[in-house]
């Protein structure tokens, strides 16, 4: 409800911008003020877009651990925000590490590789897309079987 009244609000203050023009100190302040709610909005709709864990894994004896986990490009989230990778699906060569991420071959950056033992054993990723592709948060490898 607030994104759509912020929403609101701007476009009622650039209509009213448009109907008086020969203001210039006034209008001066209501494009600094369309420009801030506009960047609340921006700020607004980036935090929330990854997010998205659920609380399906809030009993199990690994949440902490995955709450946790911490590569060198910071926090992973959670299990929640992670995924599974089988083993076709990642590789290691000449000590660096790639994953297949929607038939994309993705190169894991050596500071996203999480060093610290796999509790859970299996190989994850915690991938974020953005407008210039893919690029991997985190990176835990299993034990390739």
Same mark, same amino acid.
């Given at each position: 409800?607030?994104?759509?009244? %912020? ?12 109907r &008086?023009p ?6 001066m302040?209501?494009?600094s ?8 909005l921006?700020?607004?709709?980036i ?8 609380? &399906?894994?809030s ?13 060198g ?10 995924f599974?990778?089988s083993d ?7 000590g ?11 190169d894991v950056p050596d ?9 859970a054993?299996r ?5 974020v897309?953005?407008? %210039?592709?893919?690029?991997i948060?985190?990176?835990?490898p299993g034990?390739?079987t």
């Amino acid at each position: 409800m607030t994104l759509i009244w %912020l929403c609101v609000d701007a476009i009622n203050r650039l209509a009213r911008l448009k109907r &008086r023009p020969d203001q210039t100190s006034n209008t001066m302040m209501k494009t600094s003020i369309f420009g801030s709610s506009f960047g609340i909005l921006v700020s607004v709709l980036i935090g929330t877009v990854q997010a998205r864990d659920d609380g &399906r894994y809030s009993q199990s004896p690994l949440k902490p651990w995955f709450d946790s986990l911490r590569s060198g490009k910071g926090p992973c989230c959670s299990d929640a925000d992670g995924f599974v990778i089988s083993d076709p699906d990642w590789e290691s060569k000449s000590g660096h590490y790639r994953v297949r991420i929607d038939n994309e071959w993705v190169d894991v950056p050596d500071d996203a590789v999480i060093t610290e033992p796999n509790r859970a054993g299996r190989t994850m990723v915690w991938p974020v897309k953005g407008t %210039l592709g893919t690029s991997i948060r985190c990176f835990i490898p299993g034990s390739m079987t």
